[in-house]
């Protein structure tokens, strides 16, 4: 039996310190673009593949993207000299050379009339470009909620939407308004008997023995006091939904509108679905997709982001459900045996650090893995890094699931050093509060991991 | 939507042990919030259970209440609505409409709540409407021994209001419905 030790890759200094493109690889990809800008000269990435009709490929925006007017080459040359040594997360405002090159591909790939899913996830994977204002036009596409036939967008966006639209208004209605119209379609004019303006007040029959204290299982207001405690905990959850963003919190009217928006997703969500119902977690998931859809640079894209994310989410979560089933815990699609999966990854690919937390400081992985795999790690890291993540998250065919797994399994490999000389309170301490890292070399650890172990 | 609950003249425990079996399952805490009690209670114990059903309870005083410091009348404002809450035996003839009337226009309020008749009755005129939510025990009253325990809920909605009735016929509880409309001309500001 040979003992796995780490494999070389992973000791290597590459992973100390913030690598640089070096600078032949960067004139390489620069030459690429320069001969594309040159022959066309196109509007700035903010168009949106959708309404874009032409054959050929928006050019994507140069360094800074709030430019509005096509630049000349020679200016383009001047501004990535300076780009230097950017860092890899892409989060300043120049994206380095790889973006801009994804960036190029993703567009060439947006703008063909049937997309190939495939292609479209393997550069996906590798991350979105944040300025180019094409993640949310990705996601839907890696989400199935958009088709794949550009021409049929337009008809599909507008059946989901309309039908958003209804059950919005199907069911968030309260139940007097639900019991008004009841009576509106029986009885007639009840307010013109009103005009008496003396006397004893007609009563009236209710239909169908609806009344506020009702305690039957059919009556609208009996389901409406039922659902009110869940409707409850929504609320709370969503008011606790990234506390420090303006986007989700404050007083704004922007913030109180997102979180109207949150809560009737989640509310109409839990509705449709009584066998799940609301799970706390579930508003986590939520606000990336949110966030992402009303980023959109498209004005329509934007009114609509409340429809769109609701669908979204439905996908996303039909994936993750057993995780959020309660009575699913113990059994072989649940969270506990997804949390076993992670624990045999990390000791196929990393034994000494596996046996070092779970058998010797007996760090079971339950305390940290739980939140990382049910929230999709966006409790780990800030937001930004976690949009970045769930990229790639969102690209892998089969479900973000998988993908998930190796980047945990990533994640405990990268602190290997400070585990392995830790105990029980420090390792726990360490894990549940993830240090920051660089992500794109977490991507790509993770991405290794998936080469290894076949 | 603005659930409110009205109901008075239990007299527990001197005329009657407790309120009926079905209306009590009906009454369950978390779906009222506010609770309008006429008065005659008369106990600390029914006071407690009130309290238990919705933490805003307003009381006005009846003649036979233990409790000596509830306020004859009372007004408070839920939504676009003023209430007014009164026992009634200050107002004589007992349960004479223009009598009622003149306490209403007094108080300045769209609906008034009174009891003392132990009868259920809803009356409406030119300054807003009176609304008796009998007595909830069924106990007797001054004037007849004649009585279905009965109670009021108001779902007051914006302008509108849906009065649905409860009372309890022959061991059955039947439940009736009222809708009116405030106007918003209805009174003059003063």
């Known amino acids: 039996m040979v003992k796995k030790r780490v494999p070389d890759w992973l000791n290597s200094s590459m992973w100390s310190s913030k690598p640089a493109p070096s600078d032949d690889h960067y004139n390489l990809r620069y030459s690429a673009i320069t001969t594309a800008t040159a022959t066309t000269t196109s509007p700035t990435s903010s168009t949106s593949p959708a309404e874009d009709h032409s054959v050929d490929p928006p050019v994507p925006v140069p360094p800074q993207p709030i430019i509005k007017d096509p630049p000349e080459p020679q200016r383009i040359q001047e501004s990535r000299v300076d780009n230097g040594a950017n860092d890899q997360n892409g989060n300043s405002g120049l994206p380095s050379a790889d973006d801009i090159s994804r960036q190029a591909q993703l567009m060439a790939e947006l703008s063909r009339k049937m997309i190939d899913i495939r292609e479209l996830r393997k550069i996906a994977c590798q991350g979105i470009p944040d300025g180019s204002g094409i993640r949310s036009t990705v996601w839907k596409l890696l989400l199935g909620y958009l088709p794949l036939d550009r021409g049929l967008w337009s008809s599909e966006l507008a059946k989901k939407r309309s039908q958003y639209k209804h059950f919005k208004e199907d069911l968030l209605m309260n139940p007097s308004e639900i019991t008004r119209r009841m009576y509106s379609s029986t009885s007639c004019d009840t307010d013109e008997s009103r005009c008496e303006s003396k006397g004893l007040l007609s009563r009236s029959e209710i239909p169908q023995g609806e009344h506020p204290l009702s305690l039957g299982k059919t009556s609208v207001w009996n389901q409406f006091f039922q659902d009110s405690e869940i409707i409850e905990q929504i609320d709370r959850d969503v008011k606790r939904t990234h506390p420090d963003m303006h986007f989700f919190s404050g007083d704004s009217q922007l913030a109180k509108s997102n979180r109207e928006a949150l809560k009737s997703i989640l509310i109409i969500f839990a509705k449709l679905n009584p066998g799940l119902r609301y799970v706390q977690g579930m508003n986590e998931i939520l606000a990336p997709l949110f966030y992402v859809f009303k980023n959109d640079p498209d004005e329509i894209n934007v009114a609509f982001a409340e429809a769109d994310t609701f669908f979204c989410f439905v996908e996303l979560l039909s994936g993750l459900r057993d995780n959020f089933c309660q009575q699913l815990d113990n059994s072989v699609v649940g969270i506990r045996s997804t949390i076993t999966r992670l624990s045999q990854l990390l000791r196929e690919h990393d034994e000494e650090l596996w046996r070092h937390l779970e058998v010797t400081t007996k760090v079971n992985p339950q305390f940290y893995a739980f939140r990382w795999i049910t929230l999709l790690l966006t409790q780990e890291f800030n937001f930004a890094d976690s949009i970045h993540i769930w990229d790639t998250l969102l690209s892998d065919p089969e479900g973000p699931q998988e993908t998930l797994l190796r980047v945990c399994c990533a994640m405990l490999i990268l602190i290997r050093r400070r585990l392995l000389a830790g105990d029980f309170t420090s390792n726990l301490k360490l894990l549940q509060n993830y240090p920051s890292t660089n992500i794109s070399h977490l991507l790509y650890v993770a991405n290794k991991l998936r080469v290894q172990s076949i | ?190």
């Not at chain 2, 004479?96 to 409406?124: C, E, N, P, W």
């Not at chain 2, 300054?127 to 007849?144: C, D, E, F, L, Q």
């Open chain 2, 1 to 190: 939507m603005v659930l409110v609950l009205a109901l008075g003249d239990l007299h527990i425990p001197h005329r009657a042990a407790d309120l009926p079996t079905k209306f009590k399952s009906m009454l369950v805490p978390g779906k009222i919030q506010h609770i309008i009690c006429t008065g005659n209670l008369c106990s600390k114990e029914v006071h407690d259970y009130l309290k238990t059903l919705c933490p805003d309870l307003h009381i006005a005083r009846g003649e036979y209440d233990e409790e000596t410091r509830y306020p004859e009348t009372k007004t408070l404002t839920i939504g676009q609505f003023k209430l007014g809450l009164c026992h009634g035996h200050q107002v004589i003839p007992w349960g004479d409409l223009d009598s009622l009337a003149m306490l209403q226009r007094q108080l300045d309020v769209d609906i008034l709540v009174t009891g003392h008749t132990h009868q259920f009755t809803a009356y409406k005129h030119e300054g807003g409407v009176v609304i008796n939510p009998g007595s909830a025990t069924g106990a007797y009253s001054s004037i007849t021994y004649d009585v279905n325990p009965s109670f009021v809920l108001m779902d007051i909605d914006g302008l509108r209001v849906v009065v649905y009735v409860y009372e309890l016929i022959d061991g059955e509880v039947k439940v009736d419905k009222i809708d009116f409309k405030k106007t918003s001309t209805s009174h003059s500001a003063h």
